[in-house]
């Protein structure tokens, strides 16, 4: 793909529609608002669309259309060739069908690199695809002629297909594809995932049982249950999600996974989509990764004054490896982020390899991994070393190649940050180990390990003061002389007592006795000791002093910590 947005670049400039200069400039704006090359010199202005779109074609050898000159305009009276493609999906992805012959269909393309839906097309029209290219501008204008405005040209009937394409699960591919791009799904799709959005969600589910769905959104960290709608809706819903996260609709019996890029209530959301198939059908959960509810500064992560302080200094050092650890959904990813937002200034060059980019951030160069091409973590940093960087993130270390490659770059005068899966800071070092990292590296190059959780803030509206059980204070550093709050509901936190999450963190700097112990593969046991009589506070202490300030109830921090962690 960057090869042939290279190419296209030398076309237009032989052609004396750009120069270097622009094509300079375009790439500094493709880089911040994302997009092809094609589309940042059109947004600039420096090309026109007609004339971007016709070089595009000679470049992938297919043929331009214009309407102008009266060439996008397929018969309307030609019912077979009206019905080749829903409205719906015709509007989606800005495709109209031209021409038809016993064998094969020929469709504009507003985007001809668009491979996943002409595979899409192929099978379910049962026609082979010869594609061509028009303007955007021109493709919608011209679906709006072609169908006239009326959506229930979608319903007229499924695509027309030599005796319909049925799957070997007996699955009408054509009715599918048709019911999907009908507006009553396309309204319950938009509205599951704007509600979403709202409610503020990080997942949502769509679950099928033995007669109905359920519908479910993890709102700070916790599942709700929601008024789902009804079971005959599953598939067209499931067909509905795969085509706009393009997927495969025809495959039910694999796991897939997808993206959506979509406005909502005027924000850009981004989305990953990943389907199982249960028992029951085709199971959907959608990642909502909402740039704008992401505080990108260390002071909003719920650090304590000398746990940020500690943090800083650690992450200001010019090299050294430094690891966030916890669970999935524990906010590593933000936390993450934001050390990188505080890192970024002229001055260094800051690259990460991630699966998969969750939010972009300006000024940092991030590239998403593709295993399937032979892109991983560790073929990533290897080419990084050759990239001059001054700061490198991964997205997990999973196995030797990565965490061997994370040590030789923080050893040779470059800051490494990256993640774990364990529960506790000194539980990293035995996870290294364990990979099988040679003790003495570790101790060389790790700096410093933050394990961190999410914990549920109390609503301000409706929190009320308490007084915890006896039992409860057993154990913890509080007295019952300190200020407790509880939970109550409201309709501001939707009667759930919690509004929001914040950060709890336990901190284990490598200190020199530690980088002693982890030379002698000390266990974990005896790290954390030594980690504490150094001035370690665990994950529940960390907690605890959330409780104090009154920013979560004591049962909060009970449930998501345990007594000997940290």
């Known amino acids: 793909m960057p090869k042939m947005r290279i190419k296209l670049g030398e076309l237009l400039k032989g052609e004396g529609l ?6 300079q400039k375009a790439l500094v704006d493709q880089k911040t608002k994302g997009g092809q090359m094609g589309e940042a010199l059109v947004r600039l202005g420096f090309v026109k669309e007609e004339d971007m779109v016709r070089v595009l074609g000679k ?5 331009y259309l214009s309407k102008g000159k009266g060439l996008l305009k397929p018969d309307r009276t030609n019912k077979e060739l009206l019905r080749a493609i829903p409205e719906g999906f015709a509007k989606d992805h800005i495709v109209l069908p031209i021409s038809l012959t016993m064998n094969s269909l020929t469709v504009a393309f507003a985007d001809p690199l668009d491979i996943m839906t002409m595979d899409n097309l192929k099978r379910v029209t049962g026609r082979d695809i010869n594609p061509v290219v028009a303007t ?4 919608l204008s011209a679906i709006d002629e072609f169908y006239g405005g009326k959506v229930a040209d979608s ?3 499924p695509p027309v297909a030599e005796g319909g394409v049925i799957t070997e699960e007996g699955l009408d591919l054509d009715k599918v594809l048709s019911e999907a791009g009908e507006p009553s799904v396309i309204k319950t799709v938009d509205a599951i995932i704007t509600q979403g959005v709202e409610k503020g969600a990080s997942d949502i589910h769509i679950e099928p049982f033995e007669g109905k769905i359920n519908l479910r959104y993890r709102i700070d960290g916790v599942l709700h249950n929601m008024p789902p709608p009804s079971k005959k809706m599953l598939l067209p819903i499931v067909s509905r999600v795969k085509i706009m996260s393009k997927m495969d609709i025809a495959e039910k019996r694999l796991p897939q996974d997808g993206a959506i890029g979509m406005q909502v209530g005027g924000k850009s959301i981004e989305m990953r989509v990943s ?3 249960t028992v029951y059908g085709e199971k ?3 990642r909502i990764m909402d740039a704008s509810r992401v505080a990108l500064d260390l002071e909003g992560l719920g650090f304590d004054d000398a746990q940020l302080k500690l943090f800083k200094e650690a992450s200001e050092k010019p090299f050294g490896l430094i690891f966030l650890t916890g669970p999935t959904g524990s906010g590593k990813s933000t936390t993450l982020y934001a050390t990188l937002s505080q890192l970024r200034s002229p001055r260094r060059n800051i690259i990460t390899i991630e699966d998969p980019v969750e939010f972009k951030v300006d000024g940092i160069n991030q590239v998403q991994a593709r295993s399937d091409i032979g892109l991983t973590f560790s073929a990533g940093l290897r080419a990084f070393l050759r990239q001059d960087p001054d700061v490198m993130m991964v997205g997990e270390v999973r196995d030797l190649d990565t965490a061997q490659i994370c040590v030789r770059a923080a050893l040779t005068g470059h800051l490494v940050l ?3 899966h364990t529960n506790t800071a000194p539980g990293a070092v035995t996870r290294l180990v364990n990979i099988g990292v040679e003790p003495y590296l570790i101790a060389s190059s790790l700096i410093m390990v933050v394990a961190q959780r999410l914990v549920r803030r109390l609503c ?4 009320a003061e308490c007084k915890p059980d006896k039992d409860k204070l057993d154990g913890i550093k509080l007295s019952a002389e300190d200020k407790f709050f509880r939970a109550v509901g409201c309709p501001e936190c939707a009667q759930t007592g919690y509004r929001g999450r914040v950060a709890i963190h336990e901190i284990m700097v490598i200190n020199n006795k530690l980088k002693e112990l982890i030379t002698k593969n000390a266990s974990t046991h005896i790290l954390t000791q030594v980690a504490r009589e150094s001035g370690m506070m665990s994950l529940r202490e960390s907690g605890m002093t959330k409780v104090k300030q009154g920013m979560t109830s004591l049962e909060e921090i009970l449930s998501i910590t345990y007594e000997d962690e940290g």
């Not at 301000?460 to 929190?463: F, V, Y």
């Open 18 to 23: 750009i120069t270097d200069e622009q094509v």
């Open 59 to 63: 470049q992938l050898g297919m043929q």
């Open 136 to 139: 955007k501008t021109d493709l």
């Open 155 to 157: 319903k007229a009937g």
């Open 275 to 277: 389907t199982v198939p």
């Open 284 to 286: 959907i959960v959608i």
């Open 418 to 420: 990256s993640t774990l």
């Open 460 to 463: 301000a509206k409706c929190k």
